[in-house]
């Protein structure tokens, strides 16, 4: 038996248990209609089922054991290649979990029958082709599975190969885009008392720590400066001094205080 891990296994009776002649490979359909097919396809009057079904969201159903039994999905072409049904309509894409599915198939005929990676637009060639290619003697569906997702195809073959799929959100990401969307960003509030508050009303994140950085050392030195002024002032008291000498004592206090905390912080004294 044939059949893919992590489908939903659903089997049908409307297929052929005579073999398959050749392993071509895949045929995309579209359903031309949404939820799934396998109440329809296990009815012997309808005469029509399909070796696998994606639904919108990814989810795989296998009907038949691919590569030992065939379906009747494309009629002449289906001693020669498997089939796949999409959920949804010909003029809608495929979904990114639909294409990512499609390819697990894929992926996974690749590895069991060797089918190619490679786009194909034929009913003799190996590879990823379509349904209205056959013409006539494929059914005549020739609208199927529209352009859309015709259009798909190279992309379910590169996410077969191993390209990072859709439904991963880092995909691709590198660490210079991650720091260019953190601290890059635009259109974050300023504070209201920021020196250019009026023509510069939006920051960036790093703008937002530089001025916490600049009110620290601000309230470091102020800090400074007062535990300066109160030293001094505790010196003077006995001593017989004048006003004069009282504040000349704070002030040099204060200013020593402010530039030890400006270097100590900065690394630089003005």
């Known amino acids: 038996m044939a059949r893919m891990p992590g ?10 248990p005579d073999g398959v002649r050749e392993h071509r490979g895949l045929v995309l359909h579209v359903q031309d ?4 097919p396998f109440g329809w396809f296990n009815n012997p009057a309808s005469q029509s089922s399909s ?9 795989i159903e296998q009907y038949v054991d691919t590569g030992v039994d065939y379906a009747w999905a494309q009629a002449a072409g289906n001693p020669y290649y498997a089939s796949v049904e999409t959920e949804g309509h010909p003029d809608e894409p495929l979904t990114p ?3 990512d599915g499609v390819a697990k198939i894929y992926a996974w005929g690749h590895g069991e029958f060797a089918w190619p990676l490679t786009v194909v637009d034929s009913t003799s060639a190996h590879g990823l082709t379509w ?7 494929w059914g005549g569906h020739t609208g199927c599975p529209g352009d859309l997702r015709k259009a798909q195809r190279a992309k379910i073959i590169a996410r077969a190969a191993g390209a990072p799929t859709e439904e991963d959100p880092m995909a691709g990401i590198t660490k210079q885009d991650i720091y260019d969307a953190v601290w890059k960003t635009d259109q974050i509030a ?3 008392d920021a020196p250019d508050a009026a023509t510069n009303p939006t920051w960036q994140p790093q703008s937002w720590l530089k001025d916490i950085g600049t009110r620290v050392r ?3 030195a102020t800090e400074s400066a007062q535990s300066a002024a109160i030293a001094a002032l505790a010196g003077q008291l006995g001593k017989n001094v004048d006003t004069a000498t009282v504040v000349a004592a704070v002030e040099k206090a204060i200013a020593a205080a402010v530039v030890h905390v400006h270097v100590d912080v900065t690394g630089q004294e003005s």
């Open 97 to 99: 979990a639909q294409v």
């Open 190 to 192: 300023g504070p209201s």
């Open 51 to 59: 070796d696998f079904w994606v639904s919108k969201t990814g989810v």
């Open 218 to 220: 601000a309230i470091q």
């Open 7 to 16: 489908a939903v296994w659903r089997p049908v009776v409307n297929c052929h």
């Open 33 to 36: 209609g949404n939820n799934s």
């Open 131 to 137: 349904h209205g290619v056959g013409g006539t003697t």
